[in-house]
């Protein structure tokens, strides 16, 4: 994972690893970033062209919307919250930031 700190004026990198927990073409993994603790990762919608992706982890109060991009078109944000909605995700406690 990789973002840009506005604050500090730097870029921060996060190198983690991930593992399979289920079949290859699933999208279900455990994901660590601190050494031997793992969470769930569970890719539930990928765009054709694997710019974005919705993913929840190991529970509904855990969702994330990735983009390889600044910005994600409409479209694809009001899919991605659709589905989201109806795993009872609280989409409206997400943090859309500003890039």
Known sequence: NKGYDAANQKWK???GKARLTGAA???TLEVSFFGPFY???NVLAVDE???YALVV??????VWILSRTKTIPEEV??????IARGLGCDVNALVWTEQ
């Not at 982890?57 to 855990?62: A, T």
């Open 25 to 27: 073409n699933m999208g």
């Open 39 to 41: 969470a769930a990762y």
């Open 49 to 51: 062209h694997y710019q």
């Open 13 to 15: 990198q996060s190198i």
């Open 57 to 62: 982890g190991g529970s509904v109060d855990y």
């Open 77 to 82: 944000r009001q899919h991605y919250l659709e």
